[in-house]
């Protein structure tokens, strides 16, 4: 079993700058692939960035490349992904997920375990 607690959310004007924690209780993050999705009010659930378990694969949505950056630090078991230019189209619950399996992924419905989620605004 593996508990996820995001934390860094808040509110940002457009522009800024936000870095987003998630910490792992249970097994450590070094042996999961971990991700990050987002729900805006009335949209589905999307893909933001993944990462491996070796921390090697890295995947980002097209409309953060450039802007976010996804990391692990297994002495801590957290992943954290650095928000910059934020837009206010980023506006949304951020959730951390981690896979059983050790490959990096798109898809939400290959995540087995999800944390709470921390709300990100970006005000224009």
């Known amino acids: 079993q593996v508990q996820l607690v995001e934390s860094g959310g808040g509110l940002v004007q457009a522009g800024g700058s936000l870095r987003l924690s998630c910490a792992a209780s249970?097994?450590?993050?070094?042996?999961?692939?971990m991700g990050w999705f987002r729900q805006a009010p009335g949209k589905e659930r999307e893909f933001v960035a993944a990462?491996?378990?070796?921390?090697?694969?890295?995947y980002y949505a097209d409309s953060v490349k450039g802007r976010f950056t996804i990391s692990m630090d297994n002495a801590k078991n957290t992943v954290s992904l650095q928000m910059g230019s934020l837009k206010p189209e980023d506006t949304a619950v951020y959730y951390c997920?981690?896979?059983?399996?050790?490959?990096?992924?798109?898809?939400?419905?290959?995540?087995?375990?999800w944390g709470q989620g921390t709300q990100v605004t970006v005000s224009s």
């Open positions: 249970g097994r450590t993050v070094s042996s999961r692939a």
């Open positions: 990462i491996s378990k070796s921390g090697i694969t890295l």
């Open positions: 997920a981690a896979r059983t399996d050790g490959y990096a992924s798109r898809w939400y419905d290959e995540y087995d375990y």
